[in-house]
């Protein structure tokens, strides 16, 4: 586990619990398509180039959500863990299951052209529209 501080979150029935060390948290939020599917609003994420060390991983089920991503949930809860690229070391947890974030700045929306126009945060962020994503962290 690389330095930073530690993080600690797991599901709702404590059947999975996350770790991960970060230098500096702070929430995201993608308003694509699937991921307001997935989570029923935008989702709220920490963003992380590592994997997170998951006790109970036996009851970590996953979902090919597309050619270049899967989706981690607990099979045992439903609650939903990460947001994973295939490729690469890119993951987005949920802010919700750690107790400290909402202590983190909201620093970053990725793909508003997909936001719906019936909620908007107060918050100013750096935004990035979907072109604009692919465009930064395609291979």
């Known amino acids: ?4 501080k530690l993080l600690q979150g797991q599901c709702l029935c404590g059947g999975v619990s996350i770790r991960l060390k970060h230098d500096n948290p ?39 959500s597309s050619d270049w991503a899967e989706r981690g949930f607990c099979g045992t809860c439903g609650t939903h863990l ?4 295939k490729q ?3 993951y987005a ?9 909402e202590h983190w700045p909201f620093e970053l929306q990725v793909f508003v052209d997909e936001k ?3 909620y908007a945060f107060i918050q100013r ?3 990035m529209t979907g072109e604009d994503v692919f465009k930064a962290w395609s291979p």
């Not at 586990?1 to 930073?4: A, P, S, T, Y």
């Not at 990460?82 to 690229?85: A, H, K, V």
């Not at 947890?93 to 974030?101: N, R, S, T, V, Y």
Request: hydrophobic content about 30%; proline content about 6%.
């Open 1 to 4: 586990m690389k330095d930073g």
């Open 26 to 64: 702070t929430m995201s939020a993608c308003h694509c398509r699937i991921c307001r599917r997935w989570s029923g609003g935008p989702f709220l994420t920490l963003e992380s180039h590592q994997a997170p060390q998951m006790e109970g991983a036996e009851n970590v089920r996953t979902y090919s």
């Open 82 to 85: 990460f947001y994973r690229l």
């Open 88 to 90: 690469g070391e890119f």
């Open 93 to 101: 947890l949920p802010a919700g299951l750690f107790e400290e974030a």
């Open 116 to 118: 719906p126009a019936n």
């Open 125 to 127: 962020t750096r935004e």
